[in-house]
C-alpha cells in the first residue's frame, strides 16, 4: 500500500505523515473524529479502469459486487466509469439505483431470495436474476407472471471447483450451499426454458473469494464451456455467461496474478462463445483503497506483552475476528522510519477475547493518542459493521484529489438508542 514506485500513490508519507491523496489523514482524524474508514477516489478508478482495459475486446460488463462496499458515493464512482452492479438483497439493489447503475446492468444473485425481493427486482427491470436452486426458479416464473413479465434468468451452477482460498470464502465445491450441482445443470436448465415466467439467458458461476491463483478459475470456466456446448447440442440457447468475482488482493505477501493474465484465461476458455459476459469483483475493486483510522487510547504493558488498545473495535472492522484475516497496520506519523519495531497485540475495546486487530504486530515506537491507519480495509469493512457494545456505526471519508466528503457520518448515539421501543406494558 505504501509502494512509492506506484505512479499516483493512494497513501503516502509526506515529512513523516501519511496521506490519502492530497489530504492528510491528521486533517480527517481532526475534522470526522475516529475511528473513521476512508476512501481513495482515485484508487477506485484505477483499479476499476485497469480490470477494464485488461478487459478489452472480450463483450464483459464489469458488476462492481456491491457487498464488499455499499455505499452510494463508492457504487456513484463506478456507475460514472459505466461500471453495472452485482447485489444480493433488496437493499443492496436500492442502493445501485440510487447511486445511478442503470437497471440493465443490474445481477440480482444470493441463494435465498424472497418473493417481495424478486418483485422489486422486476420492477426495476434489472438484466438477470442468479438463480441457485429449482424451488427459486420455480418461485421467481409464478412472480414474473403475476406481474405480466418473463424474468430473465441465468442459473448458477457450482462447477465442483476448490478455489484453494480461505474455506470460509470458498463457494465452488460440491457440499457448499451454492449453487446447483454441475451434474443437475441439464435438467434444471431444461426446466427453467420451459418455464412460462422465465426467460432463460445463461450460466453463472462465482467460485470463492481472495482467489491469489488463476487455476480454479480456468478449471471453472473450462467446465462452463463444456456445460454450454453441451446445452447447445440439446437446443438450449445461451446468451450471457457470469463469470463470478472473487479476484484476490494483497494483505500480507501474497503473489498475485495480473488482471491480463486473468483475461487471458477468459478468452481462452470462454471467449469464443458467442456470449456476453458478466465479471462481478468486489474486493479487487474497493480493498486497497480503503484504512480504518483509529487512534490509541492507552498503551498496556502486561508480563509477556504490549498491547495498544485503539478506539476501533471488531464491530467496526470484522475481518480480523471473523476469518482470522491480516491487515497492514501504519503509525500515521512516523518521523523516523528507520525506527527498530517490536511487537504488539493491536486490540480493541469490545468485551470479546477475539476483538484483537492484530496480534504480534511488529510497529515502530507508538504512544496513546496515537494515529494508526489500518490498511486494505475498504472491502467487507464498514458493510460488515455492527453496533455491538453499543457502538454507533462510524464515518465514512471519501478522498478524491484534494477533496474530501463525509460518505456517512457517524450514527449518532441518540438515533441508536431510538430504534428500540418499551412495549407500553412495562411503562
Ligand atoms: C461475494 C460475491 C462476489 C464478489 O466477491 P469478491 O471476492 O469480493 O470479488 C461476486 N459474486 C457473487 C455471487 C458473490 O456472492
Known sequence: MLDASQDTPLFSRRDGHLWAEDVSLARIADDVGTPTYVYAASGLRKRYQGLAHALTGLPATICYAVKANSNLAVIRVFAKL??????????????????????????????????????????????????????????????????????????????DVDAGT?????????????????????????????????SFEGIAMHIGSQLTRLEPYRAAYTRLAELVTVLRKKGIAIRRLDLGGGLGVVYRDETLPSPADYAAIVRDTVGNLDCDLVIEPGRYLVAETGILLTRIIYMKDGTSRRFAIIDAAMNDLMR?????????????RNPDSHAATSPIDVVGPVCESTDILSAQY??????????????????????????????????????????MAIIRPRQPLEALIALDQIPTWLS
Request: glycine share 10%; charged share 15%.
Open 166 to 198: 480461505h474455506h470460509k470464502i470458498s463457494t465452488g465445491r460440491k457440499g457448499d450451499k451454492f449453487g446447483i450441482d454441475i451434474d443437475q445443470a441439464l435438467s434444471v436448465v431444461s426446466r427453467a426454458a420451459a418455464l412460462p415466467g422465465i
Open 82 to 159: 459505466g461500471a453495472g452492479a452485482d447485489v444480493v438483497s433488496e437493499g443492496e439493489l436500492r442502493r445501485a439505483l440510487a447511486a445511478g447503475i442503470p437497471p440493465r446492468k443490474i445481477v440480482f444473485a444470493g441463494v435465498g431470495k424472497t418473493k417481495s425481493e424478486m418483485t422489486a427486482a422486476l420492477a426495476a427491470g434489472i438484466l438477470q436474476f442468479n438463480v441457485e436452486s429449482e424451488p427459486e426458479l420455480v418461485a421467481l416464473s409464478e412472480v414474473a407472471m403475476s406481474m405480466g413479465l418473463r424474468a430473465p434468468v441465468a442459473l448458477r451452477i457450482n462447477p
Open 320 to 332: 480480523p475476528s471473523l476469518y482470522g484475516a491480516h491487515h497492514p497496520i501504519y503509525p500515521v
Open 362 to 403: 511488529p510497529l515502530p515506537p507508538v504512544a496513546a493518542g496515537d494515529l494508526l491507519a489500518i490498511g486494505m480495509a475498504g472491502a467487507y469493512g464498514a458493510v460488515m459493521a455492527s453496533t455491538y457494545n453499543s457502538r454507533p456505526l462510524v464515518p465514512e471519508v471519501l478522498v478524491d484529489g484534494a477533496k
